[in-house]
């Protein structure tokens, strides 16, 4: 099976750390050009699916035998895809610590997995948590980056809390709820995909409806993932924040990133990627489209696109000035910018009270999950 051990390519501190810790990984397509996907909470690997498509040109995993013909190219020639299980779930190890889960550790896990793999170097892609995770790696190896997109990513902390309306509330109330598939995967299509999508019509069926079954279907197949997991990677999510140094090692790493969002995203909220984009001047792009937050999926063929021109640029060493998308700043640009930074200061600590209150609330439908966000968010604040 496609395992890799970590500790065995890491220093003798860290493989002390992780003695047992298998990530499980598939390969797909051929090629010069190296990418790493890296999937968020609770998600997969082949949740990378329309992208894996999309970028070999086959959704075979290469150890499954013969590549479908002229699947491995397209217009910056043959790429390898490599996806993997974050540790806490799927086939990877499941680790029974919070402290063992951190979007640093888990940056290590995607460093030791370069190194099974034997690549050098290459191209780094991450959602939502991944796209954390993708941060940390970038950060802790620089040298090793072609370049970085970041898909419907936040800051970490309490950039991972959802918009404060009703329906995120509802949803949320529903989610604590939900004891069967066919309750979670009702929740699940609100959370990941805009309104506007889910009502399309597909032949006679609008695609909530077909994707539902889909949901379905896959929850009953894989399981939901473990407390153990589940809780550590939201721990991961929750402790995640990227210091000013690590930003400039990012920004003077001689690699480009895309930040691509969903604006319809209520998981990720996008002025908290376009915060960050900002950050990365002058070596980031920041990329919209309609859709929610798996926007991967909703608008796939513009997600690949952007991705595909990402390394098309990299290829072709595009400058960053040739390729970042930000007005150039004045003076009154950056006062502006100033008044609208402490405002959002202003706005999260407002959303955090707001959200202590929720907890107490929802500590009358589940005492145990309702006292863990207290505790969070005393921590946070």
């Known amino acids: 099976m496609p395992y890799c051990e970590v500790g065995k390519t890491q220093s003798t501190v860290d493989a002390a750390l992780n003695n047992g810790i298998q990530i499980y990984h598939r390969s797909y397509g051929h090629g010069p050009t190296k990418v790493l996907l890296i999937i968020g909470l609770a998600g997969t690997h082949d949740s990378w699916g329309p992208q894996i498509k999309g970028l070999t040109g086959t959704d075979r995993p290469n150890d499954d035998g013969a590549m479908e013909p002229g699947g491995a190219r397209n217009e910056v020639g043959g790429i390898e895809v490599c996806s993997f299980d974050n540790r806490g779930m799927g086939r990877s190890s499941v680790p029974t610590k919070k402290s063992d889960y951190t979007t640093r550790i888990m940056a290590k896990d995607a460093i030791a997995l370069l190194d099974h793999l034997g690549w050098k170097k290459a191209h780094v892609f991450g959602h939502s948590m991944g796209a954390m995770i993708a941060c940390k790696m970038a950060a802790l190896v620089p040298g090793r980056i072609l370049s970085l997109a970041l898909l419907n990513v936040t800051g970490g902390g309490f950039e991972c809390l959802p918009k404060l309306d009703r329906k995120s509330l509802s949803i949320a109330i529903r989610l604590l709820k939900a004891k069967t598939p066919e309750q979670r995967a009702a929740v699940d299509l609100e959370t990941h995909y805009s309104e506007e999508f889910l009502e399309e019509i597909v032949g006679s069926n609008t695609r909530r409806a077909v994707l539902y079954q889909e949901y379905v279907k896959g929850i009953t197949k894989s399981g939901m993932q473990s407390n153990y997991g ?118 999260a600590k407002i959303h955090i009270y707001l959200l202590y209150i929720i907890s107490l609330f929802m500590m009358a439908l589940n005492p145990i999950f309702g006292l863990t966000l207290i505790c969070k968010f005393e921590t946070a604040y």
């Open 230 to 347: 589940f809780e550590g990677q939201l721990n991961a999510c929750w402790r995640h924040k990227m210091t000013r140094e690590e930003i400039d090692l990012i920004r003077s790493g001689g690699f480009l990133v895309s930040v691509i969002h969903g604006r319809q995203d209520i998981i990720a909220q996008i002025n908290h990627a376009r915060k960050l984009a900002r950050k990365l001047q002058p070596v980031a792009r920041m990329v919209e489209f309609n859709g929610g937050h798996l926007v991967t999926h909703e608008r796939t063929e513009e997600v690949n696109q952007a991705l595909l021109d990402l390394i098309k640029a990299s290829e072709m060493k595009m400058s960053p000035q040739e390729w970042n998308n930000f007005p150039k700043k004045s003076s009154e640009a950056s006062s502006r910018t100033s008044a609208e930074r402490e405002s959002n200061r202003i706005m």
